[in-house]
């Protein structure tokens, strides 16, 4: 069976083709902002976090979770890691995802708002090339 290219988002809609990159970030969008036990799928999405005693345990349990859930719904990109960059604006928090797609590493920004824990995924672009 050849590996997908697209995202089961974009099957399910039968939206047009576009650049795989792009796909996986909306993919990732949808994945990060759904609502953990909202959702149909009741393990997706952020919310482990929230539970930390303090900021540094928060931010290694952000990490380690969404880390977790690019392995288990974004199966185009591999090695997945992220890291903290810091505070983007005003209510904001940036991270960096970095991963292989196709043997290239990739660089996404992860803005997270920590008042309405809605997750803006943008696409920096290629590392190494």
Same mark, same amino acid.
């Given at each position: 069976?050849?590996?997908?290219? *697209?995202?089961?988002?974009?099957?399910?809609?039968?939206?047009?083709?576009?650049?795989?990159?792009?796909? $996986?970030?909306?993919?990732?969008?949808?994945?990060?902002?759904?609502?953990?036990?909202?959702?149909?799928?009741?393990?997706?999405?952020?919310?482990d976090?929230? $539970?930390?005693?303090?900021?540094?345990?928060?931010?290694?349990?952000?990490?380690?979770e $969404?880390?977790?859930?690019?392995r288990?719904?974004?199966p185009?990109? *591999?090695?997945?890691?992220?890291?903290?960059?810091?505070?983007?604006?005003?209510?904001?928090?940036?991270?960096?995802?970095?991963?292989?797609?196709?043997?290239?590493r990739?660089?996404?920004?992860?803005?997270?708002?920590?008042?309405?824990?809605?997750?803006?995924?943008? $696409?920096?672009?290629?590392?190494?090339?």
């Open positions: 069976m050849p590996p997908r290219t *697209r995202s089961f988002i974009t099957r399910l809609t039968r939206a047009e083709p576009r650049p795989e990159v792009e796909d $996986i970030a909306s993919n990732l969008g949808h994945v990060l902002n759904s609502r953990k036990a909202c959702a149909v799928i009741t393990d997706v999405g952020l919310g976090y929230e $539970i930390a005693p303090n900021a540094r345990d928060a931010v290694l349990l952000l990490q380690a $969404i880390e977790q859930l690019v288990r719904c974004e185009r990109m *591999r090695d997945a890691s992220v890291s903290l960059l810091g505070r983007h604006g005003y209510a904001n928090v940036r991270l960096e995802l970095q991963g292989q797609l196709r043997g290239v990739q660089l996404f920004w992860l803005d997270l708002n920590t008042t309405t824990r809605r997750v803006d995924v943008s $696409i920096v672009g290629e590392l190494g090339r």
